[in-house]
């Protein structure tokens, strides 16, 4: 578990101003049915945007190989050529590193995913290193398992306000969305923070909910807030014109949302949103 954190510089006192966290992952680069247009496209909404960054949190790539029994010749994408089945890993780490490149520098922190970790435990192939020494990420940002995000907001060097993120991959899954709320309410109990963000069961759910605390500065009693994010991954899961189908669809799990949550905080309205 690491911790880190980054200073957000605001532009104003505006009420309406607000900074987004991209809360990405499960791009599962290497599976046939990666969306990798749609990636494309969220890397440039926050390469354009001077008040967006984005965390991941884990299974950046496919990283099964051939000797893994969850290999399949038909979940090879388009762009894999034969010669690259000498090191598949390798190939979907360039990949990777092509798309997202031009915001490595605005990736905030990463956790490791159960693609990455199977590799590393099964295969002594530190996988989650090679990605992010492609990426250039610095350390301080790499959580491994997991970690938190603080988030620290000034204007005219004055602090106010602070946000804290926790990030892990997650374990829930299942076809309904239950075990994934489940898991993420349980949070609080396993880490103090703000928003909490988990991954790996492909499905795209926010939530939040109030309780009650006692202002360290005020003594007053405040109601507060906890959001919750699971991010939905890129990878579809129907198969045009695929008699075979994915695992998705031969496990009938049904279609998911693609892609990020965006997360917006508002610092000077105290306020955080969140969008599907």
Excluded at 196 to 217: N, P, Q, R, T, W
Aim: contains cysteine.
């Amino acid at each position: 578990m690491k911790a880190f954190q980054f200073t957000i510089e605001m532009t104003s006192r505006a009420l309406t101003d607000a900074y987004t966290i991209l809360h990405n992952g499960d791009e599962h680069i290497g599976a046939k049915n990666s969306d990798e247009k749609l990636q494309r496209y969220v890397v440039d909404r926050v390469k354009n945007d001077n008040q967006c960054w984005w965390i991941t949190s884990g299974d950046p790539c496919e990283y099964i190989q051939r000797n893994d029994p969850r290999f399949e010749s038909g979940n090879i994408p388009d762009w894999f050529t034969f010669g690259m089945m000498s090191d598949p890993v390798k190939y979907q780490i360039q990949r990777y590193t092509d798309i997202y490149s031009p915001i490595g520098d605005k990736c905030l922190a990463s956790t490791l995913g159960n693609h990455d970790f199977s590799l590393m435990k099964y295969n002594s192939r530190d996988v989650y290193t090679e990605l992010w020494d492609s990426m250039k990420l610095p350390k301080e940002r790499r959580f491994g398992i997991d970690g938190f995000l603080r988030l620290r907001f000034v204007y005219a060097g004055k602090v106010f306000w602070k946000q804290t993120i926790y990030i892990h991959h997650g374990v829930a899954g299942g076809r309904n969305k239950s075990a994934i709320m489940n898991e993420l309410e349980r949070m609080p109990q396993l880490a103090e923070a703000d928003v909490y963000c988990l991954g790996h069961a492909h499905k795209k759910i926010v939530s939040s909910d109030e309780y009650s605390a006692m202002d360290s500065v005020t003594n007053r009693i405040v109601r507060r807030r906890r959001y919750y994010s699971a991010t939905g991954s890129y990878v579809s899961g129907v198969s045009q014109d695929d008699e075979i189908g994915s695992w998705a669809e031969r496990m009938h799990f049904y279609p998911q949302a693609l892609g990020p949550i965006e997360i917006k905080f508002y610092p000077n309205a105290k306020k955080v949103e969140m969008l599907t």
